[in-house]
């Protein structure tokens, strides 16, 4: 198993430009999501799934959206990119979106700045 | 604001000594985790607590739960050099729209074990 896996690793943009950033795992997990970690900061939840087809928002998901039109994927779309976006993206997943199974899995990371 | 806090933010110890670290959070949750980052790496999942247990122990970890004061406190026995991290707590908090948890993770403990 390959676990989460994200690309690219790192990315340079410009402001107003978009991207998506790419997250899939093949554990067949069911809940996926995405954190920013900005220098010195814990992690902030962006956007969740608890499956495909269900999405939700979570702690700062302004300026981002997703979809989740696989299990396996849940690629991160960046609008408009702005100077406070830049930070370090990760992709997590795990097996349930229940109780009992809630330990993530993270993938290694996407170093995103924005100019 | 975040869910959870860690306290210390940062900590320094001598190798075989112990290191304890503390997690305070503000509403109800259903589970708490640890999870440790080493320097610009992915999480790792330490261990999981759920809301109606007190006491978990994973080899040289040992976490405590205290849903009356809202805290957990993560306990490393006999440190090494190798433990040298961040260590985050993280919350798992039910959403109102999909009916899961969300999980939200505080700001972090550096811990530094020095040789």
Sequence with gaps: NAGV??????????????????????????????????PGMGLRLIHYSVGAGITDQ?????????????????PLRLLSAAPSQTSVYFCASSYSAGEVYNEQFFGPGTRLTVL | SQQGEEDPQALSIQEGENATM?????????????????????????????????????????????????????????????????YFCATGKTSMKTSYDKVIFGPGTSLSVIP
């Design chain 1, 5 to 38: 896996t994200q690309t690219p690793k790192f990315q340079v943009l410009k402001t107003g430009q978009s991207m998506t950033l790419q997250c899939a795992q093949d554990m067949n997990h069911e809940y996926m999501s995405w954190y920013r970690q900005d």
């Design chain 2, 22 to 86: 503390n997690c305070s959070y503000k509403t109800s949750i259903n589970n708490l985790q640890w999870y440790r980052q080493n320097s610009g790496r992915g999480l790792v999942h330490l261990i999981l607590i759920r809301s109606n247990e007190r006491e978990k122990h994973s080899g040289r970890l040992r976490v405590t739960l205290d849903t009356s004061k809202k805290s957990s406190s993560l306990l490393i026995t006999a440190s090494r050099a190798a433990d040298t991290a961040s």
């Design chain 1, 58 to 74: 979570g702690e700062v998901p302004n300026g981002y959206n997703v979809s989740r039109s696989t299990t396996e994927d849940f």
